[in-house]
């Protein structure tokens, strides 16, 4: 049985409901902008080790940031219909409050399709990072709220969460 989907509704499927690459050759390049966030619910002993830098693998929220970056700019090796962007910045910001850790994960491109999913990108690897560096000290770190705070430009607009 084939399923048959709007177009209007899901953009990567065709009429028939296949899976399809959206063609953005015909948009205009605007700037386009992306901030995604979510929160590491750190274990014990994580937020001191990250406070402290005493973390054996080393410094955690640089690692991570770096990381997070890389991760970004590597969307569409990982999410196989999204296109290859060329980014202008990507930034991932660090807030840590008690036992939780809060990154925001911002990226900018001049181009015809949007950043969102690099932005999604940068926040979760970034929050993966810290697992990985953290994780002789605490196994119960996890990842939530993983989320879309803004997007500019693009057929769509501007949303704000």
């Known amino acids: 049985m084939i399923r048959r ?85 990507v930034n991932i910001e660090f807030d840590l409050k008690g036992n939780k850790l809060h990154i925001t994960s911002t990226a900018e491109t001049v181009g015809n399709t ?7 990108m940068g926040a979760n690897i970034a929050a993966l990072t810290v697992i990985d560096m953290t994780k002789a000290i605490s196994k119960k770190t996890f990842v939530n709220n993983l989320r879309l705070i803004h997007k500019s430009s693009g057929k769509s607009g501007t949303y704000n969460a």
């Not at 700037?31 to 994580?46: D, E, N, P, Y």
């Not at 997070?68 to 990982?78: C, E, P």
């Open 114 to 120: 949007g950043v969102e999913l690099e932005a999604y």
């Open 5 to 89: 989907f709007s177009t209007k509704t899901l953009t990567h499927v065709d009429a028939s409901g296949k899976a399809s690459m959206v063609n953005v050759g015909n948009k205009s390049l605007t700037l386009r902008k992306a901030i995604a966030s979510c929160t590491v619910h750190l274990g014990a002993g994580v937020a001191t080790a990250i406070r402290e830098n005493t973390s054996k693998k080393g410094d955690v929220l640089t690692v991570s940031k770096i990381a997070g970056i890389n991760g970004a700019k590597q969307t569409s090796s990982l999410i196989p219909l999204c296109h290859q962007l060329n980014l202008s910045c």
